[in-house]
């Protein structure tokens, strides 16, 4: 590497530094030029701001999953309480201060506040089908052969099957549908007060519970599978 080059990757490390520093609101940028640039060849000046790069680096990283983690929360419970997520509330990654944090951190306890004093319900549904046509006949009597569904949690219907692959038995599809069955009928089971991403997220934990080959006809079946899903949810 020539002088020229080492000059511009020097420049370009210098640079990145103050921009992250910046970032996070650090003061540790002249501290680094004051200790550690002074002394030293510019290929020695070059090795030396590369590591504290990567340290900036690495603080960055981490600091970012804090403000996504935070934004995350935020804008599930907005959903939950039916409201918008404003500019302000959106994490920006040139301001990752920790006044910033502390700033977003004072709106996400203002909206968990807001959700327990007025918590809102969505209604969820079992979804029934028929498996045989014999159920037509025996219906009325109390009998049949079902397969069924959490369905319309937020718009999304879930279900669960087996299969030889070791995979999660869990899967969504579209309310009130179902390949190579008839739709029977909807029965209100339970409200929950749970937000889309926290569905998401509840059936993403469930899943491993519900893997395909844990799928038994009679003990752990699709019918196991709603009745479980719905005393969770409330």
Not at 40 to 50: E, V
Not at 69 to 75: L, M, N, T, V
Request: with cysteine; proline share 3%.
């Amino acid at each position: 590497m020539t002088s020229g080059d080492l000059g511009n990757a020097l420049a370009e490390a210098e640079e990145e530094v103050a921009n992250i520093a910046t970032a996070l609101g650090e003061n540790t940028l002249s501290l680094f030029f004051r200790l550690e640039k002074r002394d030293g060849t510019p290929k020695d000046q070059l090795s030396s701001i590369k590591k504290f790069l990567e340290e900036l680096q690495h603080k960055r990283e981490e600091r970012m999953k804090e403000f996504c983690d935070i934004q995350s929360q935020i804008i599930q419970l907005h959903e939950a309480l039916r409201c918008s997520v404003v500019d302000e509330q959106i994490v920006d990654d040139k301001n990752l201060t920790t006044k910033r944090l502390r700033e977003l951190k004072l709106v996400l306890q203002g909206l968990q506040r807001d959700k327990k004093r007025n918590p809102i319900f969505v209604p969820v549904y079992l979804s029934v089908y028929d498996l045989h046509p014999i159920n037509g006949s025996i219906y009325w009597l109390g009998l049949g052969l079902y397969h069924s569904g959490i369905q319309a949690v937020h718009g999304i219907k879930y279900e669960f099957g087996g299969h030889d692959s070791p995979s999660t038995g869990i899967f969504k599809g579209k309310p009130r549908e179902c390949p190579g069955l008839m739709f029977r009928k909807s029965i209100l089971i339970v409200r929950t007060d749970l937000g889309p991403h926290e569905v998401h997220k509840f059936m993403e934990e469930l899943s491993k519970r519900y893997m395909r080959t844990s799928y038994n006809l009679i003990i752990k079946n699709c019918n196991y599978f709603c009745n479980d899903v719905s005393l969770r949810l409330t």
